[in-house]
């Protein structure tokens, strides 16, 4: 009888913590990327996990898209935001740099959001993955345009609007566009 009313009193005191973890994950799903708000930190891969710390406080676990990325402050102060408006309790934000993000954490949807966006999503292999060293250069990948999705496109400079994107041109529709580098 008694390891029963244990088990019913843990069953009853972890069942709430989960509950605001998936009320966690619920919220923290709106918060947009600050210089892409058409995705959210979620899809990017940048929200890493939600759980709860050994004193019970709210963890979140985030990771930037590179080191030193200016937009993780302002990814804090909204995730702060969020889950306060929500009023999930005290809770704590932690910067996770490993493993390093990589573009392969994008999901699907949110590349198909890039595309609509006008930003052409990361293609090919992501660079972190392990591969053979190579002494000549491969051709580059081709990058299709995001409005008109022709492959004659040319690279106008390594960095676009942000350091993770590089600025591309069509060349059929002349149309200036953001390539999000594959990391």
């Known amino acids: 009888?008694?390891?029963?009313?244990?088990k019913t009193q843990t069953t009853q005191t972890t069942q709430p913590m989960q509950?605001?973890?998936?009320r966690a994950w619920h919220v923290l799903e709106a918060v947009p990327d600050p210089e892409i708000p058409v995705v959210?930190?979620?899809?990017?891969?940048?929200?890493?996990?939600?759980?709860?710390?050994d004193d019970g406080v709210l963890e979140v676990v985030i990771t930037p898209t590179y080191s030193g990325c200016p937009a993780m402050s302002q990814i804090a102060e909204d995730i702060a935001h969020a889950?306060?408006?929500?009023?999930?309790?005290?809770?704590?934000?932690?910067?996770?740099?490993?493993?390093a993000w990589t573009?392969?954490?994008i999901t699907d949807e949110a590349r198909e959001k890039l595309r609509r966006y006008g930003i052409a999503p990361p293609t090919g292999a992501c660079v972190s993955a392990e591969k053979p060293i190579r002494f000549v250069p491969r051709k580059p990948a081709t990058i299709e345009c995001p409005r008109c999705g022709s492959t004659h496109t040319e690279?106008?400079?390594?960095?676009?609007?942000t350091a993770?994107?590089?600025?591309?041109?069509?060349?059929?529709?002349?149309?200036?566009?953001?390539?999000?580098?594959?990391?």
Do not use: N
């Open 83 to 99: 889950i306060d408006d929500a009023q999930l309790g005290a809770h704590r934000i932690e910067t996770v740099l490993a493993p």
């Open 19 to 22: 509950t605001t973890i998936e």
């Open 155 to 161: 690279k106008l400079a390594q960095f676009g609007s």
């Open 40 to 53: 959210s930190i979620r899809e990017l891969g940048i929200l890493r996990d939600v759980r709860h710390g």
């Open 103 to 105: 573009t392969d954490w």
């Open 164 to 183: 993770c994107k590089a600025l591309y041109r069509c060349i059929d529709c002349r149309e200036p566009f953001d390539y999000f580098k594959p990391y």
């Open 1 to 6: 009888m008694q390891a029963t009313m244990q």
